[in-house]
């Protein structure tokens, strides 16, 4: 919760709704955009060093209040992020590291946030608001099933200095075989056929950036 010069959250678990203060807001915009420009972003990335000190300051800013709330047998977080937060990758913090005194850390020390705790995302509240008015769905739902990325520079026409990030090559047959069971699941025998035809045009055709099927 974004008040005017403090940062809350609210915490939900098994034994109630609590209200936890996590500090003030001043510096931390610039804190997320440390962290952030260490880990993404097309310039260097930072060093282990560098990624500890800056996501352990954030585990203990934003995380730290909200799990000393928690029992110990929680495993899982829920997080539903304020905007400015929202492009913060939680499961990316930093609990601690485990090494040894006589060398540097490598980031195979590092216990991340994702190392103990599967970490999910909602929808905020104001989204949330906006869905609960939309009428009940009349007819069938429909998934979309978007995968492989094709990054700038597979391009002819790219630009000098554009990152050349590798391509995701299970992804194409992994969003194939989800789209599949789908299929199966939610269609009946009419319609399974074109269905499976329309998948395959998937391994020849490709829309916009992504892999992508409507079921």
């Known amino acids: 919760v974004h008040g005017s010069e403090e940062l809350h959250a609210y915490v939900l678990s098994a034994s109630g709704l609590e209200l936890v203060t996590l500090g003030a807001l001043a510096g931390l915009a610039e804190e997320v955009d440390a962290f952030l420009a260490g880990v993404t972003g097309d310039g260097p990335l930072g060093s282990v060093q560098e990624i500890v000190r800056d996501g352990s300051r954030l585990h203990e800013r934003l995380l730290g209040p909200v799990l000393a709330s928690l029992a110990p047998e929680v495993e899982g977080l829920v997080v539903v992020p304020t905007p400015e937060l929202a492009r913060l990758p939680f499961e990316a913090l930093v609990r601690g590291v485990s090494t040894p005194t006589e060398r540097e850390p490598t980031f195979a020390d590092v216990r991340f946030v994702a190392d103990h705790y599967e970490v999910t995302y909602g929808p905020g509240t104001g989204l949330l608001a906006l869905l609960a008015r939309r009428p009940p769905r009349s007819g069938p739902g429909r998934v979309l099933v978007v995968a492989d990325p094709h990054y700038a520079s597979e391009c002819s026409d790219v630009a000098a200095g554009t ?53």
């Open 163 to 215: 990152t050349a990030y590798p391509r995701l090559t299970g992804a194409h047959d992994e969003a194939l075989r989800i789209a599949d069971l789908l299929v199966d699941a939610r269609a009946g025998d009419a319609t399974r056929a074109p269905l499976r035809a329309s998948l395959a045009d998937l391994d020849t055709e490709r829309s916009g950036r992504f892999e992508a099927a409507v079921l």
